[in-house]
Structures are given as C-alpha cells and as structure tokens.
C-alpha cells in the first residue's frame, strides 16, 4: 500500500499549482483521502478530503473557495488544484488515506484518523 504525493513546487503568489496523490498496492474505492501541510515549526493540518465512493468532499476554511480537491478512479489518483496561492500556502503538502465516507468536522482533518501516508511535496510561494 502506497500514496505518492507530487505536483509541488515554487509558484508566484496569486499562482496555481495541481498536487496529485496516485495510490499504489490497494484501490481508492471506500476509502478517504485527505490533503494536509506542514510549515517549517508547525503542526500537519487538515485541508481537504474526498471520499472515493461517491465523490464527497469537504474543505478547511482556510482553503475553501481557493482549492479543488477531485479525483480520477480510473487512474487511482486524487488531484488537489490550488488557486490564488499565497506565501503562507507554503509548506510540505501530504496526502493521506483511510478507509470511511469524507464528510465536514474536525474528524477527517485529523492526522490520527489515517492509516496510509504519503511521502509529502513541498510547495512555496514566493515571488
């Protein structure tokens, strides 16, 4: 079983940058993933999930409004599109899995509620 995060990387502010999380070793399908990031001296946060079942999603509020999250069943893979980036969009972004259906609360932005991590990818937004 494996994620493998990747689409990072440096971005002027008010950029877009598409993270992807392609699954490995298991199918999506009854399973959670959710988008997190780490900045240098902070805490990994919940951003967004996505239930591959049935396409449920929810969003922080921190991004809600600026960042997608999809997914492709055929390819086993979750997108998160991020728009309008600012500089304190910057950090190590992970995605993680689960097995449940996504839903808003604080339960599926939890790091202990995953039981599949991927490697992470850093994305800054700098000028």
């Known amino acids: 079983v494996q994620l493998q995060a990747s689409g990072g990387g440096l971005v002027q502010p008010g950029g877009s940058l598409r993270l992807s999380c392609a699954a490995s070793g298991f199918s999506l399908d009854s399973y959670v993933i959710g988008w997190f990031r780490q900045a240098p001296g902070k805490k990994r946060g919940g951003l967004s999930c996505i239930s591959s079942s049935d396409g449920s999603t929810a969003y922080a509020d921190s991004v809600k409004g600026r960042f997608t999250i999809s997914r492709d069943g055929a390819k086993n893979t979750v997108y998160l599109q991020m728009n309008s980036l600012k500089p304190e969009d910057s950090a190590v972004y992970y995605c993680?899995?689960?097995?449940?259906?996504?839903?808003?609360?604080?339960?599926?932005?939890?790091?202990?509620?995953?039981?599949?991590w991927g490697q992470g990818t850093r994305v800054t937004v700098s000028s």
């Open positions: 993680a899995a689960v097995v449940g259906r996504c839903y808003s609360g604080s339960y599926y932005y939890s790091t202990r509620t995953y039981d599949y």
